[in-house]
């Protein structure tokens, strides 16, 4: 008995010594400074454009010196779906170079899109669900700063589209109810509605859900981020809860008894558009007495861009080579320099206001990088986004939680990025790190045993 009970001590010490070592070595060492590199970066992505950059860049360099000192061809085997995501990059930096821009497009490309390779370091670090849910959380805690930051430094005696946060408008909007389906995925597959009693982590993040969708959607009132939200929560529902899509309907029925007349004349104005033939100048938005008229010029200002941008596509047959993301500005005031005195009038308003910017994400990246370069990257993430759709039927509960995500947020952030051109930027980096965290559990899913999972 006591040669077994010391038999039994030494394995344990010698596997808690085995351990120990392994967590020692140098590529575990990166690995740990990488998970942490990426909370400060979630938490940073609501507060600073600097932290941001600063973080991307430690996070790239750490990725370097990890990938330098493991095997590369492993980690790749092991996250094909990295390949997907690299080969419209890789693509579109080659063909930046036959650009507008000429040689400097590959520059131009690289400072524009440089989060497309964000998914290196989130591939190598964030290799697994609970890795995946502090993220998460890190980036809970960021918006909650950014809540607070908005508070202290706007009117709150006339919050109604007066809290600002650390970013601009649009893009904050954008951020937060990206991270309110977010959680309300995780509240309704994890959590679930009915059994919060049982959860202290899921009452409080109930509580900041609420909070978050308050001031998205109420404080805010980014129309963008009204129809990212809801067609986000239609995807859910229509995937999880058929009953919820029902109380959704009945609740926006029944909201002009209830809600303030600023949230409904707000949501009235998505649909109102002006006269297209009438030029308009952002001093006449600026103007506009009521909700619905200011709406309604903002609709035709847009719409008269994104006629701009189709027509110079066309014309400068942008179709496997673009402006450069730089060169855009002066590639469409020469575009316009071509058409008569009363086309210029029509938009040299606009575009002096919005130098380049077509509020489209969409035709923004066809005009800078061309059409070809567009379809590729949306025809792979489309492809990725069908997979974990085919991935859920057959997939354990709790990946269910992340391929959900991934389904409601992309779809809600790709549809309002109709009204603005946030998708590649820094707008997006909520939405598509749900999304590379979708595509590692589905892949984890497609090498694990017939139902296994991982943690």
């Known amino acids: 008995m006591e040669k077994q009970t010391f038999r039994g001590n030494a394995e344990r010490n010698i596997t808690l010594m085995s351990h120990s070592a392994h967590s020692l070595l140098p590529e575990n060492r990166l690995q740990q400074a990488g998970v942490h590199l990426f909370y400060l970066f979630g938490c940073s992505i609501f507060i600073s454009k600097a932290a941001i950059n600063i ?25 094909r779906y990295i390949l997907f995501l690299l080969v419209p990059a890789a693509v579109s930096f080659l063909l930046s170079f036959f650009s507008l821009a000429g040689l400097k497009g590959g520059g131009e490309f690289l ?26 959380i890190a980036m809970n805690i960021g918006a909650l700063i950014d809540m607070i930051y908005s508070a202290l430094n706007s009117d709150l005696s006339n919050p109604f589209q007066n809290i ?24 309704l597959l994890k959590f679930k509605f009915k059994q919060l009693s049982e959860h202290r982590t899921g009452y409080a993040l109930l509580a900041v859900n609420t909070l978050l969708l308050f001031v998205t959607v109420a ?33 926006m029925l029944l909201s002009p008894l209830f809600a303030p007349s600023y949230i409904i004349q707000r949501t009235r104005s998505i649909f109102e558009i002006g006269d297209l033939s009438k030029t308009v100048k952002i001093e006449d938005i600026k103007k506009a007495k009521s909700t619905l008229e200011v709406g309604k010029l903002s609709n ?41 005195q009363a086309v210029r009038d029509h938009y040299n308003d606009l575009l002096t206001v919005f ?42 509960f709790d990946d269910h939680i992340f391929l959900s995500c991934n389904l409601a947020c992309m779809t809600g952030f790709a549809i309002c990025s109709f009204f603005h051109e946030e998708f590649f930027k820094y707008g997006g980096l909520v939405a598509f790190l749900c999304f590379y965290g979708g595509c590692m559990v589905n892949s984890r899913l497609a090498h694990a045993p017939k139902g296994a999972s991982d943690g």
């Open 55 to 79: 973080g991307y860049g430690l996070l790239l360099l750490t990725f370097l010196i990890y990938i330098v000192k493991t095997d590369h061809r492993t980690f790749f085997r092991e996250n």
């Open 111 to 136: 400072s524009r899109y440089r989060f497309v390779l964000l998914i290196l370091p989130f591939a190598a670090f964030i290799r697994d669900k609970n890795l995946l849910m502090r993220l998460v």
């Open 164 to 187: 600002w946060g650390f970013h601009k408008f649009g893009r904050h909007s954008d951020m937060l109810f990206t991270l309110c389906l977010i959680n309300s995925t995780i509240l």
């Open 219 to 251: 404080l805010i009132g980014q129309r963008g981020a009204y129809v990212g939200l809801f067609f986000g929560l239609i995807t859910l529902f229509l995937l999880h809860s058929r009953r919820l899509l029902i109380l959704m309907i009945v609740i």
């Open 300 to 340: 035709s200002v847009r719409i008269r861009l994104m006629k701009l941008g189709v027509e110079m596509i066309g014309e400068k047959k942008l179709y496997f080579r673009g402006t450069g993301a730089k060169t855009i500005k002066s590639a469409v005031k020469e575009y316009l320099d071509t058409k008569s």
């Open 355 to 396: 130098p380049g910017n077509f509020h489209n994400s969409y035709l923004q990246m066809a005009i800078e990088c061309g059409v070809f370069s567009l379809l590729l990257y949306l025809s792979v993430i489309a492809f990725l986004m069908f997979k974990m759709l085919r991935s859920l039927k057959q997939a354990v």
